[in-house]
């Protein structure tokens, strides 16, 4: 059930925007067919979420079964007991009973004033593990994880997560974590898909390409699609769930039309090239954590 609602609804990371701005945005995703739609407690949208949601159930377009709703869990919120009031709290803000999958958004622990806090990471997993058994989710999953901790994880409470969200874009492919995954049964989704392919918004350290590369351009006017969307198709052929952000409503559109082409072996290969180990999220700030994951 779970592929059944990335595959055929794709996914939506909502950017940055006024209140109205996310809400008109979840509403659009909806009508281009977007059936999962991934916020958290720190994004701050998940009344607009609930709301954009709301509008579009009582418009008939949508019935709340049919879409998948991720929300995570921040590092403040990290002890065992306050895993079950934070989701609570974040269904209020919903408007919903339950959420379809939640998130440890990282494994490293902090207070509210963001200092690290020693809290290990697999008391938080029992947390969900209790949210799960009391239907307050129907499935959980952590993000930014790196493969020891998701063994740990697993070996430790024998349940392995549903979903593990991780920086995927070409300039940070993660074979070998996308090869532990596929093994386990593990669905990848991507944050951050488009990497540094936009020169606005590319540190000058960031490693090629940007979205005039040459060879990028003639595969992407070879199937008259746009190079992000080339992109897009490209983590998806990886067997990457990308989660691409947005509050424009054509941006919203494009990013879901990369279902009638597919890359050839050589495309591919090219894309595969530009794979440079680049991380744009590194969180250096709780590097002294024994579970920084990187």
């Not at 059944?4 to 940055?16: E, I, R």
């Not at 916020?39 to 949208?45: C, L, R």
């Not at 989701?87 to 958004?105: A, F, P, Q, R, T």
């Not at 049964?185 to 350290?205: D, H, L, R």
Request: proline share 6%.
């Amino acid at each position: 059930m779970l592929w059944l609602y990335l595959v055929l609804g794709a996914t939506s990371v909502l950017g940055k925007g006024s209140p109205e701005e996310v809400q008109q945005a979840v509403e659009a995703a909806i009508d281009a067919g977007y059936r999962h739609i991934d916020t958290a407690h720190i994004y701050n949208t998940e009344k607009q979420v609930g709301k954009g949601l709301k509008k579009k159930i009582e418009e008939g377009v949508v019935k709340r079964e049919d879409m998948f709703i991720t929300t995570k869990l921040w590092s403040d919120a990290h002890p065992r007991d306050a895993v079950i009031p934070t989701l609570n709290e974040s269904l209020n803000h919903l408007g919903m009973d339950y959420v379809d999958l939640y998130l440890i958004h990282w494994p490293v622990a902090t207070f509210s004033n963001g200092s690290i806090q020693d809290v290990d990471y697999l008391d938080t997993w029992k947390g969900l593990m209790e949210a799960k058994n009391l239907g307050l989710t129907r499935s959980i999953g952590v993000s930014n994880f790196n493969i020891e901790q998701l063994k740990r994880l697993i070996d430790s409470s024998g349940v392995t997560p549903a979903v593990l969200q991780i920086e995927v874009n070409l300039n940070i492919q993660q074979p070998e974590l996308l090869e532990f995954c596929k093994a386990h049964n593990i669905v990848v989704m991507g944050y951050t898909p488009f990497g540094s392919i936009f020169p606005q918004k590319a540190a000058e350290s960031a490693p090629p390409p940007r979205v005039d590369d040459e060879q990028l351009v003639h595969i992407a006017k070879k199937y008259n699609k746009t190079v992000p969307q080339v992109v897009l198709r490209y983590l998806f052929e990886l067997g990457v769930v990308p989660i691409p952000k947005s509050v424009k409503k054509n941006r919203v559109e494009e990013n879901i039309d990369i279902f009638d082409f597919e890359l050839t072996p050589e495309e591919r290969n090219l894309l595969k090239s530009y794979d440079a180990n680049y991380k744009i999220v590194n969180v250096a700030l709780w590097k002294d954590s024994p579970y920084y994951p990187f």
